[in-house]
Structures are given as structure tokens and as C-alpha cells.
């Protein structure tokens, strides 16, 4: 009895710390954009409401946040992204209370979710449910699709991905290992690039910051081209790649994470390599792909019990935490997927 007056007042949100968005973004994401407060309000999800109330438990921190805020985020209310819940109550039909779930909610302690058919019900826990933010969640499929779908990768293929450390690139480049290619990574530091090599079992790896000559790099880890890159970086990067492609390559555009925040893209000069060596450059959604979830989880979850994938994670404890974090991912201050933890229950 006393546990269920406990649920039912978490459901009423009396006191819900969260995560603003304060000040307009224009450039690059600052914590001054971002604040944190504790407010009191009603979150309660009647019956047939077709809404659902949650606890948060874990936050996602992703390049992507960045243009949710930009474009979804209302000032002086919480920032939305992906995350992991406990659903305290239910007016929709496909949940029930105690279900776990993960999706689209606020960077809040407490958020009603009044679209829940966008989110996924949680059916395995014998993994670290913080992996639904990343690794079984929405990065998780991103990899898998992008790689598996839309780069058409054979086995033998060199693959080049970029951010390779982040939450996508270290997947990307594990399942290329899987399928038998030759793999090279980029990132932003000595210990990243220790990780592709040791940890991920990447080919090799470079810190790109560290290279004067992006070109000469590019040649020296693949001397006769790229067969696929997972482009998640966008600019310099990309320009760079383009004379270095294989006949009939493929550039899958994940991400544009460089451009971000810039308040001037930067432009691309090499692109006439797509004409003259007939290189495929497609841009995805991971939300087109969804529907490819069950397939995903039945490959990836033997794959990470038999520990033939490997994760990392980087851990920011308590939402007072969560802008410092989210901003630390444009500088590539995390190493591995950077998560916030709002409970552990």
C-alpha cells in the first residue's frame, strides 16, 4: 500500500527536476542554453488518453540532440530526446504500468508522453538497460541500417567510418569486422584511437586532429581506396574521402556532426569524383528503418551475450549533469556513448 501512494505521487510529479532550454542556439550548443530547475506540476496519464506517464531513468546525449533543440524545443520548458523509462501510468492500450520503454521523452525526472506509439517496449533485461539508449536503441539501429541497408557492403570491402568512437562508428565498425572487411576509424584523440584498435578491433585508426594532410592519410591507410564510408562527420572529411573512393563505392551520410555548429556550412569542392568513379552517396533517416528492429535484435542481442560486440559507455550521474554532458559531445570530451543518469531506481 505504501509503495503504490509512493508510484501514484511520483505520477502527480509534485517536485520534477529538469533540463530548459533557455537561451536560443545560434552556433555552436553552450550549458548557458541550457539550464536546470525544479518544477511542480500534474503529469497524469487519464484512461484512454492515449498517453502514457514515465519515470526517466536513462538520457541519450547525441550529436541529433542538438537539432531537437534547434527545432523542437520550445523555451522554458524541458529539451526532448531519446531515453529509457518506467511507465508509472497508462491511457494507452499497448502499455501497462511497470512496463519499460524507450524514446522520444523530456530531459525531466518525470514526462507524460502523449505520442507513445513512437516508442519501443523494452521485452529483454538481462542486458544493462542504459544499452536502450545507444546500443539497442536509437544508435544501435542507426548502425545496423546504415551499414547492412544502405552502404550494401560485400565481405572483403575496405570501410572507413568517421567519429568512429562515437556511439554509431564503434558499432558500424564492429559489424564490418563481423562481416570480414578491412576497417580503418577516425577520432578525436590518442585514447579513441587506442580504443578502435584494441577494444573494437578496428584495422587501424588515426586522430584526425593530429593529421596536417587528410589526403595523404586516407592513401596510406587505404592505398588502393575506400570501398564504403560511413560518413558521419560531413566537411573536411568528407572532401577528403571523395578522391580517395573506389570505383562504384558507396558513401552512406549518417551524420554531419563538424557542421553542426557552424553558422556557415562549409562547402564540399571534390564531388565531381562521384561522377568520374560512379560513386552511390545516399543520406538516411534511422526513423525509416524501424521497422527493422525485431531483425536488428535477434542479430545484435546473441551477438552481445556471446561477447562478439563490444560497448563502451561514458557516464554522467544526475540531470544537474546532463547540459555538461550533452555539450561535451561536440568536443568529443566523452569516450564511448555518452549517457545520463537520471535514476537507477
Known sequence: MEKEKKINASVEATSNKQVIYREPVRGSLKETHLGVRTSSERLKADEDSGAIAVKNLYL??????????????QLGSPIPGYGVARVLESGHPNFKKGDLV????????????TAPESCFKIEHTDVPLSYYTGLLGMPGVTAYAGFF???????GETVFIS????????????????????????AGSKEKVDLLKNKFGFDDAFNYKEEQDLDAVLKRCFPEGIDVYFDNVGGK?????????????????CGMISQYSLEQPEGVHNLMN???K??????????????LYPKFLEMVLPLIREGKIVYM??????????????????????VGKQVVVVSRE
Open 313 to 334: 559507455e561514458d557516464i554522467a550521474e544526475g540531470l544537474k549533469n546532463g547540459p555538461a554532458a550533452l555539450v561535451g559531445v561536440f568536443s568529443g570530451r566523452n
Open 278 to 291: 560512379r560513386v552511390r552517396m545516399e543520406g538516411f533517416v534511422v526513423s525509416d528503418h524501424y521497422h
Open 149 to 155: 541497408e544502405v552502404s550494401s557492403p560485400k565481405k
Open 274 to 276: 562521384l561522377l568520374l
Open 102 to 113: 524507450w524514446g522520444m521523452t523530456g530531459w525531466e525526472e518525470y514526462s507524460l508522453i
Open 60 to 73: 541519450a546525449c547525441d550529436p541529433y540532440n542538438l537539432n531537437l533543440i534547434k527545432f523542437s524545443a
Open 163 to 186: 567519429a568512429a568512437a562515437g556511439a554509431v562508428g564503434q558499432l558500424v565498425g564492429q559489424f564490418a569486422k563481423l562481416l570480414g572487411c578491412y576497417v580503418v576509424g577516425s
Open 237 to 253: 572529411m568528407l572532401d577528403a574521402v571523395l578522391p580517395n573512393m573506389k570505383l562504384r563505392g558507396r558513401i552512406t551520410v
